[in-house]
């Protein structure tokens, strides 16, 4: 852990060398939420939204630092509802608003009918994955500087942008919870920030998949590899490579998709990336 924790040290250290950059703010679901805090300059407030920690970083080369001594940023989730929110600050309720936002569309069709309905067997495998995947992307790890801006993960188009209303086989499901890559079988998939192997596996749905921990509630998950180059609780440099681009699990072809969750909320990766 001490070694995870030197590595995001010095993430911090080359941000902060020009001023630390937050994340794009977008009060939405789905969108990532600045809220500036007093309090203790040596001791950053402990924030809960929705029962989960929250990322806090010290306001120090931000927009906010003339006002107060730290910014929380709060991952919202998909299914959140338009306007007021709750999270607590030191056990003390504080509230914000987000607006509405309507996500396109997206009908695919899936040949392997299993992959949209899964029989009795597939089921017990597909709740059995569910419990290691949550787990996984829930993960937290204490650290004072958390990356705060990621790498592009894989050259290649965009295919799928986050949030889509997805419909297989005409049939409605969950919205696209991540951003898509399109890119030939083979090509090399990077770690977007320093981080600990937190989960690797082949899942039904998710295909050949590595998640990896950056600190303080910020995750990240490669789905549909073909290989996997690392293993579960190995530390990773940022821009190491965790594997290749595949087409396993449910896809209509070779990508990467790319799921980045901050505070267990699913959220658009174009907020915090930076292309290379």
């Known amino acids: 852990m001490k070694s995870l924790v030197s590595a995001l040290l010095l993430t911090f250290l080359a941000f902060n060398s020009y001023g630390l950059e937050l994340p794009k703010q977008a009060a939405v679901a789905g969108g990532i939420v600045h809220i500036p805090l007093q309090g203790n300059s040596s001791t950053p407030p402990k924030v809960i939204y929705n029962k989960h920690r929250v990322m806090v970083v010290p306001s120090h080369n931000t927009p906010y630092q003339a006002k107060v001594d730290w910014v929380a940023l709060v991952g919202i989730p998909l299914s959140a509802k338009t306007g007021q929110q709750t999270l607590t600050v030191d056990g003390k309720k504080q509230h914000f608003k987000i607006q509405g936002k309507q996500y396109k569309e997206q009908r695919l069709t899936i040949k392997n009918k299993r992959k949209v309905n899964p029989n009795p067997l597939d089921m017990k495998r597909i709740n059995r994955e569910k419990k290691e995947i949550i787990t996984a992307i829930a993960s937290w790890t204490d650290t004072d500087t958390p990356a705060t801006q990621l790498l592009k993960p894989a050259k290649g188009p965009y295919s799928s942008p986050f949030g889509l209303r997805r419909f297989f086989n005409n049939q409605p499901r969950k919205p696209h919870s991540g951003l898509d890559i399109a890119a030939p079988k083979g090509s090399p998939i990077i770690a977007p920030a ?4 937190v989960a690797t596996g082949d899942y039904f749905f998710n ?17 549909h590899m073909d290989q996997i180059h690392v293993k579960l609780g190995q530390l990773i440099p940022q821009g190491e490579q965790l594997g290749t681009i595949g087409s396993t699990g449910r896809v209509t072809g070779p990508h990467l998709h790319w799921g980045v969750s901050l505070n267990n909320a699913r959220i658009d990766p174009m907020l915090m990336m930076v292309e290379q």
Not at 207 to 223: E, F, K, N
Request: proline share 5%.
């Open 207 to 223: 295909g050949r998949t590595v998640i990896l921990d950056h600190g303080q509630g910020l995750t990240t998950m490669y789905c």
């Open 194 to 197: 320093p981080g600990k192997v």
